[in-house]
């Protein structure tokens, strides 16, 4: 970002191009790296329609706003980074939630599900390309952490059959 501002509100949704596909997604966090410019108070709000979510005071080389619950719906109008009095932004993170389709699973954090039924017999040394059921694609970005596969063994293996199920990410 590397600018200098005061006394000056920055609309995030638009720097950061948060439109309506940003409908059901919370904000979690905004960081940004600073440069003090202004050695008397300065005030950073996180700021959703006038409401405001976050304070920091003073934030000094880092600004770390943490809102309670600032979820971008389609009554979302403006979310503004509110600065009083001065400093140099050199760079901004904001963590974002999608909490539409996100489940809390207590060993694994935060995880969206995607049940599929492959109804497929998978052989000795056989592999089932999981793109041919699932649109990988739209998932892009994301890091696959675990595949939980239920399978059935049929009646006519053989008495003390070993099944090893293995997946690649």
């Known amino acids: 970002m590397f600018r200098t501002v005061g006394n000056e509100s920055i609309p995030l949704r638009e720097i950061a191009e948060l439109g309506y596909m940003y409908n059901g997604w919370q904000i979690v966090a905004i960081r940004a790296n600073t440069q003090v410019v202004d050695q008397h108070r300065t005030t950073v709000e996180l700021v959703e329609d006038g409401i ?10 880092q600004i770390v706003l943490y809102p309670n619950s600032l979820l971008i719906d389609a009554n979302t109008q403006n979310i503004q980074l509110r600065i009083g009095g001065y400093t140099h932004i050199e760079s901004m993170t904001i963590e974002l939630r999608n909490v539409r389709g996100y489940n809390i699973d207590a060993d694994w954090g935060f995880a969206q599900y995607v049940d599929v039924d492959l109804n497929v017999d998978a052989y000795s040394n056989s592999f089932v390309n999981l793109n041919d059921f699932v649109n990988l694609s739209m998932f892009s970005g994301r890091i696959l952490e675990r595949v939980n596969v239920i399978a059935e063994i049929p009646d006519q293996a053989a008495p003390g059959t070993v099944t090893n199920v293995h997946y690649r990410a």
Do not use: I, R
Request: proline fraction near 10%; aromatic fraction near 0%; avoid cysteine.
């Open 52 to 61: 405001v979510h976050a304070t920091q005071v003073n934030p000094g080389n």
